[in-house]
């Protein structure tokens, strides 16, 4: 098979064609900052405010509540550390979970130096928070709850409306970090209780470097960057024009296409699911078995490093990643694999295989058959697979 099988859609996707479409006439023709009074800037305006509105009605928000950031980092990052200052009056406890994206861990690593306090809660081993200890972590002093709404390794799926119903309970704010559920799940607002949310563009085929925070009409939480006044005096700075329409398009396309697209993904995804835990043995499938995001399947394969498997399924014209973060240049293996209690060596063995709506089954039998031949090949070089061979033998 000559061609890319692009299967690590979270990490980002393809611009989708209609989005670039509507993206180019705000680089060259409505070029005007959507800030200044003349015509050509009121249209920059309008569009600003069309993505704005397109993005609220996918998740039952008001369009005033949408402020646009850089991506879901910034987002995150705001939430967490405008929340701290703004109702420090109130407390200085956040809870969290331990297996937060890192936008949201090292934000509050950041925030603990200067007198904040957090408890990260502890998951079972589906990587679902456990609402009990949630419940008995919360204080007098406690002023957040964030917790992900999926998971983006393992793909589990958390009680979001239980926890917004705990949060709204004791009168403490919540956030979610929604990047990888904001498009592939049904989410509305009130019904869940959540007072913010992040998202990004380019996990829903938009474009990269713009995405939003949600924040209820009536949170008190200062602006993040200052300079202008833009996004009525809380994020300073030019609009990413361009990137606001896309997003709004590509929001609108993700909620249209949203049942159909995910029943295709989620039947592909537990075939994928299906045989590899079948066909390869000594592999157990990560996060919860259901309440996964649709397109999300992630594998732990005994006795191999998932840095090779990536190299060779990449040299296959297969685009994976692996839940060990040796990619990145640490030897430490995922924090969400070690949270949910997978041994180190075998946290190192993972491997992430997300879908888009452009994957076929005949795409995934290239890849198990590809995956089942290298995962045999690293083992055959193991000689920790060798010893259990042999002991197994005896």
Known sequence: ?????????????????????????????????????????????????????????????????????????????????????????????????????????????????????????????????????????????????????????????????????????????????????????????????????????????????IGFLYIRKGVKIRSFIHGGAQERKRRAGTENVPGIVGYGVAAKRAAETMKERTEKERELRDYLIERVTREIPYTRLNGHRTDRLPNNANFSFQFIEGESLLIMLDGKGICGSSGSACTSGSLDPSHVLLAIGLPHEIAHGSLRLTLSEETTKEELDYVVEEVKKIVERLRNMSPLYEDFVKAAKH
């Open 1 to 209: 098979m000559e061609k890319i099988i692009y299967l690590d859609n979270a990490a980002t996707t393809k611009t989708a064609p209609e989005v670039v479409e509507a993206m180019i006439p705000y680089f060259s023709e409505h070029y005007g900052n959507p800030s200044s009074i003349y015509s050509i800037a009121a249209e920059s305006k309008k569009g600003v405010e069309i993505g704005r509105k397109q993005i609220a009605d996918v998740i039952g928000a008001k369009q005033e509540e949408i402020y646009f950031t850089a991506g879901g980092t910034e987002a995150d990052n705001w939430a967490l550390e405008a929340v701290a200052e703004a109702y420090k009056n109130k407390g200085n406890h956040i809870i969290t979970s331990k297996i937060e994206h890192h936008a949201i861990l090292h934000t509050c690593q950041y925030l603990e130096k200067h007198g904040i306090e957090v408890t990260y809660l502890d998951v079972d081993e589906n990587g679902v928070v456990k609402l009990d200890e949630l419940k008995k972590a919360i204080r007098p002093t406690t002023i957040l709850i964030s917790i992900m709404f999926a998971n983006n390794e393992i793909g589990t799926i958390q009680p979001i409306k239980e926890i917004g119903a705990i949060a709204k309970e004791h009168g403490i704010l919540f956030h979610t970090d929604a990047v990888q559920a904001f498009g592939q799940l049904p989410i509305n607002v009130d019904e869940l209780n959540i007072d913010m949310l992040s998202s990004s563009a380019h996990k829903i085929n938009g474009p990269k470097g």
